[in-house]
């Protein structure tokens, strides 16, 4: 069955850097895109970054333009999420997320404060 492992997550102070990994399983990687995305508390979810399916082509929320890269290693079966300039409020729960396939990780907390 698919699987989406995420991690990479933790405590980080403003303006720091975390690199967050998801590991695939049970489907074709290389065939399909792949998201990121976030839920703050008290918030819906909302769309991060996607990486299509041979990583050529990327598209990022306004609020992380510059600061976050979406990448993927296909010989790997793994995207990333490498964020810079980390601020408080990118403080939530990263998720990865396959659209055509409807599912999701089980989520990796970043937690940006000083």
């Known amino acids: 069955q698919v699987q989406l492992v995420e991690s990479g997550g933790g405590l980080v102070q403003p303006g720091g850097s975390l690199r967050l990994s998801c590991a695939a399983s049970?489907?074709?990687?290389?065939?399909?895109?792949m998201s990121w995305y976030r839920q703050a508390p008290g918030k819906e979810r909302e769309f991060v970054a996607r990486?299509?399916?041979?990583?050529?082509?990327?598209r990022y929320a306004d609020f992380v333009k510059g600061r976050f890269t979406i990448s993927r290693d296909n010989a790997k079966n793994t995207v990333y999420l490498q964020m810079n300039s980390l601020k408080p409020e990118d403080t939530a729960v990263y998720y990865c997320?396959?659209?055509?396939?409807?599912?999701w990780g089980q989520g990796t907390q970043v937690t940006v404060s000083s």
């Open positions: 049970g489907f074709t990687f290389s065939s399909y895109a």
């Open positions: 990486i299509s399916n041979g990583g050529s082509g990327t």
């Open positions: 997320y396959v659209r055509q396939l409807g599912s």
